[in-house]
């Protein structure tokens, strides 16, 4: 059976790629917790926005469990390497046309050791299935 990819990403591509295509600004707006990596001044009510213009970011990379880019931030303009789990992010919309807004349900994140360990158990579940109500043979 195959394994079902998320969709979250490809809606956050498809936001981005209408941005780009009319010249919007693309926000994301992410609710802040330990796995996030942002720059925490920035942080207000436990929520940061950010501006994902290809003007205002570098190096942006996003998978199926979390993205990742370069920014500069505050007066002096230090670089930060901003990583925030997918599952984090409340919004992402064009700044103007809001209406265009696609929201997603926070959850909970697990840490990346967590997540790793639960990848390998899904994989190895996935290499060797086991039929439910029959016990595994005896060798003698």
Known sequence: ??????????????????CRDTGSTPYLMVAVDDC?????E????????????????HN????DDELSFQARFGENNRIFTVVVPL???IAVTPLEHQEFAMQFEVLPSIPREGREAADAAAK?????PRIPGRRPMRVK
Request: proline share 8%; charged share 20%; hydrophobic share 45%.
């Open 1 to 18: 059976m195959p394994t079902v990819r998320p969709m979250k990403p490809y809606l956050i591509n498809a936001v981005l790629q209408y």
């Open 124 to 128: 190895a579940a996935e290499e060797n």
């Open 60 to 63: 942006f990379t996003m998978d």
């Open 42 to 57: 920035f942080v207000t009510d436990g929520r940061i926005i950010f501006d994902l213009s290809d003007e205002a970011i």
């Open 36 to 40: 996030c990596s942002v720059p925490t």
């Open 87 to 89: 599952n984090r992010i």
